[in-house]
């Protein structure tokens, strides 16, 4: 999938994720891909730098944790981020319709 067509959404896309589970990086990036059906393949370069940023925000808490001898540091939803991620989803549904009369006016 394009980058470009990422952009912007990638905040929602790793609320959503982490809505289940807590779950530590390469697990986030491998629920995305799954749950798309692969389509989308996002690198660590930019789900890294975001966990972080929404971490900061207050939307994510993380925690650090051994596995197998490897420290991860594990991320899950806060209460901020419950509520953020339902806006987001609001906007996301206002925006797809508004595109959607547009793209397929005949809907």
Not at 46 to 72: F, I, N, Q
Request: charged fraction near 25%; avoid cysteine.
């Amino acid at each position: 999938m394009n980058a470009d067509a990422l952009r912007g959404h990638m905040d929602a896309l790793l609320l959503s994720v982490l809505e289940r589970e807590p779950l530590h990086g390469y697990a986030i990036i491998e629920a995305l891909r799954e749950r798309s059906g692969g389509a989308l393949d996002v690198p660590t370069g930019t789900v890294y730098p975001a966990l972080r940023r929404l971490e900061r925000a207050g939307l994510l808490a993380g925690e650090w944790a051994s596995d197998g001898g490897r420290k991860r540091r594990t991320y899950r939803l806060t209460d901020t981020g419950r509520k953020a991620l339902a806006g987001e989803r609001s906007a996301w549904q206002s925006f797809t319709t508004a595109i959607g009369s547009v793209l397929d006016p005949l809907r």
